[in-house]
């Protein structure tokens, strides 16, 4: 983890160079401004996890002489079988449809992106899986 917050902090002192460059050399407001916030996006990010690594135990990626094998393990759990994605992204696409051509397509899109939504998270709430 701790290559990874210098790479973000390498990258935030990069970003900050071309966006002052780029702001003097072109005067354009919107540019500059996308440039400054990608700086504090990266740097927020490179100092959470230089914070971070000071924290936690030494990673794989942080041993030079590690394999590929010692960063091996469980990542966490995803559902091999669930619709619930499906129906967040139809939704989402309506929404986004609703801001390009109108904001009433936001009356369908909301119902379809909260039943996606609500049946996401309780997911493994029912049926043979239910808790008592």
Known sequence: MK??????IWLS???LVVAIVYGY???EPAGTTALFLAFGLAIMIGFYLAFTAKRVDVG????K??????????VGFFSPHSWQ?????????????????????????????L????????EYY?????TQ
């Open 126 to 130: 029912r049926g043979e899986n239910r």
């Open 60 to 63: 794989a990626q942080d041993n």
């Open 65 to 74: 002489e590690a394999d590929v094998a010692d960063d091996a393990g469980e």
């Open 115 to 122: 039943v996606g939504l609500f049946g996401w998270v309780f």
């Open 85 to 113: 994605p499906l129906a967040l992204g139809l939704g989402g696409a309506l929404a986004f449809l609703g801001v390009a051509v109108g904001w009433w397509i936001m009356y369908f899109s909301a119902p379809v992106i």
């Open 25 to 27: 050399w072109s005067m």
């Open 3 to 8: 290559i990874q917050g210098q790479l973000f």
């Open 13 to 15: 002192v990069f970003i």
